[in-house]
Nanobody, 122 residues
Framework: EVQLQASGGGLVQAGGSLRLSCAAS????????IGWFRQAPGKEREGVSC????????YYADSVKGRFTISSDNAKNTVYLQMNSLKPEDTAVYYC???????????????WGKGTQVTVSS
């Protein structure tokens, strides 16, 4: 059974940091890219960042470049999203998803996990 378990969300003040984790199981982790997406109330789900487990290539949305860092621990089948200098506009439910390649948009991702709430207070 494929599982993607996102964790690490919470409430933080603007300027603070959080680290999200996405633990994957049930598929060949090294063959997949893991992406982070987010959805704020009343808005469409959007791509945040992605990493290819096979070659380590990464993608970042312009809105998070320089503030967020994605990394992968292939031995643990886990992807992390280090979020620094958080802003109120980063408030959203964050989801991780897996596909054979990185996608900037959420459409067509093979597997999805349940989200974790990130709330940034001003």
């Amino acid at each position: 059974e494929v599982q993607l378990q996102a964790s690490g969300g919470g409430l933080v003040q603007a300027g603070g940091s959080l680290r999200l984790s996405c633990a994957a199981s049930g598929f060949t982790f090294d063959d997949y890219a893991i992406g982070w997406f987010r959805q704020a109330p009343g808005k469409e789900r959007e791509g945040v960042s992605c990493i290819s487990s096979s070659d380590g290539s990464t993608y970042y949305a312009d809105s998070v470049k320089g503030r967020f860092t994605i990394s992968s621990d292939n031995a643990k089948n886990t992807v992390y999203l280090q979020m620094n200098s958080l802003k109120p506009e980063d408030t959203a439910v964050y989801y991780c998803a897996a596909d054979l390649g990185c996608r900037a948009a959420p459409y067509g991702m093979d597997y999805w996990g349940k989200g974790t709430q990130v709330t940034v207070s001003s």
